[in-house]
């Protein structure tokens, strides 16, 4: 849970700002486009699966230089 403070002399657009920065760091706002809609437990696999092969292929391209 993100929790801002406001304080002494600060203006409401600082307080606002400054809990967009807290929830980006938290990692809250891609957690929850992810949850937007359900991903089936394959699907899930299958796109951690082809994010490995692309990675394993341009760590292959970057070595053989």
């Known amino acids: 849970m993100v ?3 406001v304080r002494d002399k600060e203006s409401v657009q600082e307080a ?3 809990f967009g920065k807290l929830v980006m760091r938290s990692g809250l ?3 929850m486009r992810r949850r937007k809609y359900y991903e089936k ?3 899930m696999k ?3 699966r082809l994010r490995a092969q692309r990675r394993a292929a341009k760590e292959r391209t ?3 230089v």
Do not use: Q, W
Request: proline content about 6%; cysteine-free; charged content about 50%.
């Open 46 to 48: 299958r796109r951690a």
């Open 41 to 43: 437990p394959s699907d």
């Open 16 to 18: 606002v700002r400054r």
């Open 62 to 64: 970057l070595f053989t």
């Open 29 to 31: 706002k891609k957690e």
């Open 3 to 5: 929790k801002v403070l």
